[in-house]
């Protein structure tokens, strides 16, 4: 039986960089997730009959709004849902299902690198058909139905059984419950060479990967250990738990701190990778070299010809504006497009399905082709084995040899999380009005050659994006990036991202942090960071 149920807006439902996060509590209120799911299914049209994928990253109450996707999907008049055994996709292996099934679209459960637990954090987002998050006129569509709903639909009916593979009816709708690795482990089968990495390591090359209790761990072990033969205990915290073992699962410096001290010991593995809740993110650290996502995007692209799947080369690579230019200059020697975009991988979909770019990456850990259309971490590590594999050098080398051709990026972000709202959107807005007179002026060595807050124009669809984060140039390619986080749930995050370009091998070695001192001071200086936020020091610095 399919019910109506009357309900109330609620006011905050607005997606961020990547959908609808906030604390489980809020989720719990009365027909919170109801609302955004009814609102996702208002703001579409033409999918009576046909398929959406549910799944996610197995957080606290994953399950729970599952079942009323499942529900309500029926309700709406899709014919069939494909759902992840437990209720478990990554959310690239989700994009995966959504692309291979032809799907109208699907619904992930996430909040990527965000901690979970009963007081932690929960997200939903819609992607859509091509595999990739919502463009903002969906989401903007959706948060416009959301300040004015007043009922959704349901079925009246049982909980589906989400840990047996297999058919089920919920009203005249089929639900299937697939397996969630295979599809993505065959996708991987096909683009990278096996055999090649698989001789790698049983010649005695050593891999650790650690899936943070996170979503990555099932496919992680059936490929890393299972398909490719790293010795068993390879894949480190491979069960996915609820609250990712109280541990916070964002791959970076800070909360993967054991995988760093690991690899940097005199007895360290040749390779260490992670991922992060939601399995779309990584970490990439050699023996002895951690590996900035940027330097990463830019390695991976200069070597991509070396796996089948890019044996061909790149149409072109698009990195997120706060990215460091260490991509850029590959772009350049390979004679090929390169282009900036803001922060959210939904930016990148237009590029990849007109066949603009192949590549792409953020800064924040976030790195994807043209395979499937979310940010893969696994993909990266992968990829990243294959490059090892073939050319039987160590990723220290391969960094160090990438340097010499291209320059060095010294590049790193500082965030400030759970920054009071109030001041976090005071210091952006008093950088606005800085803008206009900053070009010109120096901070000692410094000397500001253009100041401005981005704007993206998509050379697809023509659509426009302003206000996508504040720029600061100086003079010789330095610079200093400002921008607030849309990923967050409590307060404000302020990231600043600090980059230094350095052409000179011989000032290769120099320390991060000291390398951009004078620029880590010039950006408290002229946004006055300590004084406006109250904080002395950044919450992480990567």
């Not at 010795?231 to 738990?241: A, D, E, H, Q, R």
Request: hydrophobic content about 40%; aromatic content about 8%; overall charge negative.
């Amino acid at each position: 039986m399919i019910k109506d149920v009357s309900t109330n807006p609620y006011s905050d439902q607005k997606p961020g960089t990547s959908g609808l996060r906030k604390k489980v509590p809020v989720f719990q209120q009365k027909n919170y997730a109801e609302n955004f799911i009814q609102s996702i299914f208002d703001s579409l049209e033409g999918f009576a009959g046909e398929t959406l994928v549910i799944g996610g990253d197995g957080r606290y109450y994953n399950r729970e709004v599952i079942q009323k996707a499942i529900k309500m999907a029926a309700a709406n008049g899709f014919g069939r849902v494909l759902v992840g055994r437990g209720g478990i996709l990554s959310t690239p292996a989700a994009s995966n299902v959504i692309r291979k099934y032809k799907a109208f679209g699907g619904i992930v459960l996430s909040a990527s690198h965000n901690p979970g637990g009963p007081t932690e954090d929960f997200g939903i987002k819609y992607n859509v058909g091509n595999g990739g998050p919502a463009p903002e006129k969906v989401t903007d569509a959706i948060f416009a139905r959301t300040k004015v709903i007043d009922g959704y639909r349901i079925a009246d009916a049982a909980d589906v059984n989400l840990d047996i593979e297999g058919s089920q009816q919920v009203e005249d709708m089929t639900v299937t419950v697939i397996d969630p690795v295979s599809d993505y482990a065959e996708l991987m089968e096909s683009l990278f060479d096996f055999s090649a990495i698989r001789k790698l390591i049983s010649g005695g090359f050593r891999v650790v990967f650690d899936a943070m209790s996170a979503v990555t761990g099932p496919y992680a072990k059936e490929i890393i250990e299972k398909r490719l033969g790293a010795p068993k205990g390879s894949v480190m915290n491979f069960i996915p738990l609820p609250d990712f073992g109280g541990h916070h699962p964002d791959p970076n410096l800070v909360h993967a701190r054991a995988l760093y001290e690991t690899m940097m010991a005199p007895d360290a593995p040749d390779f260490g990778a992670a991922s992060d809740g939601d399995g779309d993110r990584n970490l990439i650290i050699g023996k002895g070299i951690f590996v900035t996502p940027s330097d990463s995007l830019a390695i991976l692209a200069a070597n991509a010809h070396l796996a089948p799947g890019y044996a061909k080369g790149l149409a072109g690579i698009a990195r997120s504006m706060p990215t460091s230019g260490a991509a850029d200059r590959v772009a350049e020697k390979l004679g090929i497009g390169l282009y900036e975009t803001p922060t959210g991988w939904k930016f990148f979909g237009n590029l990849l399905d007109e066949g603009l770019a192949t590549i792409c990456g953020e800064e924040s850990a976030g790195t994807g082709s043209n395979h499937v259309r979310e940010k893969d971490g696994l993909w990266a590590v992968l990829l990243w084995l294959n490059i090892l594999a073939v050319r039987k050098e160590s990723a220290l080398d391969i960094v160090r040899q990438h340097w010499a051709t291209y320059g060095r990026n010294y590049y790193s972000r500082h965030d400030y999380e759970g920054v009071d709202s109030d001041a976090a959107n005071g210091l952006i807005a008093a950088l606005r009005g800085k803008l206009a007179a900053l070009p010109g002026k120096s901070f000692g060595a410094l000397t500001v050659e253009t100041a401005d807050d981005f704007s993206y124009n998509d050379p697809v669809d023509k659509s426009v994006s302003n206000n996508q984060g504040i720029r600061i140039l100086f003079k010789g390619g330095s610079r200093v990036v400002f921008r607030l986080s849309g990923t967050g749930t409590s307060g404000a995050t302020l990231r600043v991202y600090i980059e230094r370009f350095e052409p000179d091998p011989a000032r290769h070695d120099l320390d991060t942090q000291e390398a951009l001192a004078d620029l880590i001071a010039v950006a408290d200086e002229i946004a006055e960071i300590k004084s406006r936020t109250g904080r002395q020091e950044p919450s992480v610095i990567t």
